[in-house]
């Protein structure tokens, strides 16, 4: 799994853990002030079963710090509904909170004596869903602050005649922090479920973006292969009227053989041997940006600028990314801003500019075209969707361009809007990773 899936993993199950702890907070917060209320309120009745101190309760500094733990509850309820992602140390630092506060109401509830204790388990549960150094940290809090209570309020002095309303309050703790942290448990295993589902559909999308990438790159192929067999075909064919019979043979003789070499590329297209895993992010030999200007054709009717950068000025730029595939990929995005050209009358044309950002490619293919409204460019990298009339296209280009560039390890950017042309800009790395190395790490 890359560096930046793994962060975005733990982002995710930290906020699914925050969001739970804010749920169960609520539970325990109100469960508690109930428990308090009644000590108070019936201190001989219903407050008499829940009593673990023979000592009067002053049920007000408890109530304090309940309303003080809520009102943090409160107060993270409405940050979460402004942040989408939460880090882990901000659910470590809420962790901390919790094990404060209750600390606090517990010495002022009882102390040790206090069956409710038991809710140091419920921080320390939840902290094993951010990291192991969360877990020891609050794991080592808890304990230092369960310890601290024996000093403070030395449980001897505070049970005594006490004790059936300590094992009724045990009872109800029990049961208390068992559905809680069976609830807990439950839901950080549907998200990890989702998690894991949602990890499957994206590796289905990576394999199918691999099949795209490589039947574009397999029809590309055979397309440029095919064009130089077909273009002599086509001439002689033309000219066979005019030829006299010797010519008329020989031309014959090379349009069979051009026939035939057409049928072997055919049939390598359909060959059992051909494989996604041949296509390669990495070319064996280093070479320079600067030369993708040779994979390039001016486009019919369409005038091609070449912006000057320090890597089309000079030797720079060099990288071992794929040159077929990258070459491709410009081919097809000038293709489009040309098409794109042809419709606006009095159009400069398509500008291709390739330049270097640190460890990066850069390349920016920009047309003054008629542009693309809003709810259609939300659409172009979508598969089969064209703007062309029916029979001028699949729809398949830009989709197979950036599942392509996805192989690379690269990106793709486009901005456009109506009357003001399309801009669309490549980033990928210099020298990408050995796709074995990638695919290893991504299966961790």
Not at 156 to 180: K, N, P, T, Y
Not at 250 to 278: F, N, Q, Y
Not at 408 to 422: D, F, M, Q, Y
């Amino acid at each position: 799994m890359h560096h930046s899936d793994l962060r975005s993993h733990n982002e995710h199950t930290a906020t699914v853990t925050l969001h739970s702890l804010v749920l169960a907070r609520w539970a325990l917060i109100l469960l508690l002030v109930a428990i308090a209320l009644a000590q108070g309120l019936m201190p001989d009745s219903l407050g008499a079963e829940l009593t673990w101190s023979r000592e009067p309760l002053d049920v007000r500094p408890p109530l304090a710090v309940l309303m003080a733990w809520l009102s943090i509850n409160v107060a993270t309820r409405f940050w979460l509904a402004s942040h989408d992602t939460v880090h882990p140390r901000a659910v470590g630092g809420q962790l901390l909170l919790d094990v404060a506060a209750l600390t606090s109401l517990l010495a002022l509830w009882g102390g040790a004596a206090n069956p409710f204790t038991s809710i140091y388990f419920m921080p320390i549960i939840l902290a094993t869903q951010i990291s192991a150094g969360w877990t020891l940290v609050l794991l080592g809090v808890s304990a230092v602050s369960f310890a601290m209570l024996f000093v403070w309020l030395p449980i001897a002095d505070r049970v005594g005649q006490a004790f059936a309303g300590h094992v009724h309050g045990d009872v109800v703790a029990l049961l208390a922090c068992s559905a809680l942290g069976a609830w807990l448990v439950h839901r950080i295993t549907q998200s990890a479920s989702r998690t894991r589902s949602e990890l499957a559909r994206l590796r289905d999308q990576t394999i199918q973006d691999q099949h795209l990438a490589a039947l574009g790159t397999l029809a590309a192929g055979a397309a440029h292969e095919l064009g130089t067999p077909l273009g002599t075909v086509n001439l002689l064919a033309a000219e066979l009227p005019h030829m006299a019979a010797d010519e008329q043979r020989s031309a014959i003789d090379t349009i069979k053989r051009e026939v035939a070499r057409c049928k072997d590329i055919l049939g390598r297209m359909a060959s059992p041997e051909v494989r996604v895993s041949a296509l390669s992010a990495r070319d064996a030999q280093p070479w320079f940006l600067c030369e993708l200007q040779d994979e390039l054709d001016d486009p019919e009717g369409v005038k091609l600028t070449v912006v000057a950068t320090a890597v089309t000025r000079e030797r720079a730029g060099l990288t071992t990314v794929a040159r077929a595939s990258l070459g491709q990929i410009v081919r097809e995005l000038v293709a489009n801003g040309a098409e794109a050209c042809r419709r606006r009358p009095g159009s400069r044309g398509v500008s291709l500019r390739v330049d270097v950002d640190r460890e990066d490619a850069i390349i920016e293919v920009e047309d003054d075209g008629e542009g693309i409204e809003p709810d259609v460019a939300a659409a172009v990298f979508d598969p089969f969707f064209t703007t062309k009339p029916e029979g001028q296209g699949m729809g398949l280009g830009l989709y197979l361009a950036r599942a392509q560039l996805r192989q690379l390890g690269g990106h793709l950017e486009l901005v456009s809007a109506p009357g003001r042309g399309t801009k669309v800009k490549v980033r990928v790395a210099l020298r990408p990773a050995d796709p074995g190395a990638r695919s290893s790490h991504e299966n961790l």
